[in-house]
């Protein structure tokens, strides 16, 4: 077994270098926070159960809809436009 | 911390933690987003740091060493992070040098032996220091880093002078 501290091994791994750090990094880190910019680029993160309300509570409010609609909706078949002017 | 705080420990620990995600990385882009994200973790919960359980740079290293292994995960998730039993062979040095190949090398360890070796050979931190950063027990990373130097004694073994030890070449 070699030894820790082989000096052949370091010396060889010394030889690879890292590329300089860019200097657009720090503007990077240091750009001032746009809030306006999670607004288009933003996500979050949504619990499965609340996902499942959010579903159920947009299909209720549809079906709430379809049934005022055909509730309020005229009766185009039994209009007399000639007695009454307008449906 | 204060802004000035914040930029001060920007400026001191920046290569630092960009050296660590590249040489764990190989990839510049990546090594970008890892320091940033680093930084802003650091920005937004600075409370996140404990000075009475070591310094900033581990701290920070420790930041990015999850981002990368978070990054990790996700691109590989059926990879395993640590692989024992994984025994590597010598490299074909190519024409493209000895650097090359040594990036080559570090880059194939499995990313535990990796980065423990990243950080004892390149950054030159003690065990315990390793350990702080890393969140292991001491013993791990002594073997960790026991076995990525085996591996990386094997990979190189074209490259380093043989002193009357068989490399696994013979």
């Given at each position: 077994m070699e030894p820790n501290d082989d000096r052949q091994l370091r010396d060889l791994l010394q030889e690879w270098q890292t590329p300089a750090i860019p200097a657009s990094l720090e503007q990077r880190v240091f750009k001032p926070h746009r809030s306006w910019g999670f607004l288009l680029h933003g996500s979050i993160r949504v619990p499965v159960p609340v996902l499942y309300c959010l579903i159920a509570l947009l299909m209720f409010a549809g079906w709430r809809m379809s049934v005022r609609t055909s509730q309020t909706a005229p009766c185009v078949a039994n209009c007399d436009h000639t007695t009454s002017g307008a449906c | 911390m204060t802004d000035e705080d914040f930029r001060d420990t920007f400026h001191r620990h920046k290569a630092v933690v960009h050296r660590f995600a590249y040489r764990i990385t190989g990839s510049s882009s990546i090594a970008e987003d890892i320091v940033q994200d680093c930084f802003l973790i650091l920005w937004r919960?600075?409370?996140?740091?404990?000075p009475r359980r070591g310094g900033m740079q581990a701290f920070l290293l420790g930041v990015a060493r999850n981002l990368v292994l978070k990054r990790w995960r996700k691109e590989?998730?059926?990879?395993?992070?640590?692989?024992?039993?994984c025994s590597m062979q010598p490299l074909s040095i190519r024409d493209d040098g000895r650097a090359e190949a040594v990036e080559r090398a570090v880059l194939m360890l499995p990313p535990l032996q990796r980065e423990a070796v990243v950080l004892a050979?390149?950054?030159?931190?003690t065990l315990e220091e390793i350990a702080f950063a890393t969140n292991t027990e001491l013993a791990a990373v002594k073997s960790r880093l026991h076995r990525g130097r085996q591996n990386l004694r094997r990979m190189l073994a074209p490259l380093l002078e043989p002193k009357g030890t068989c490399y696994g070449t013979k």
């Open positions: - | 919960k600075p409370a996140a740091y404990d590989r998730p059926h990879e395993p992070l640590e692989d024992e039993a050979e390149y950054e030159e931190m």
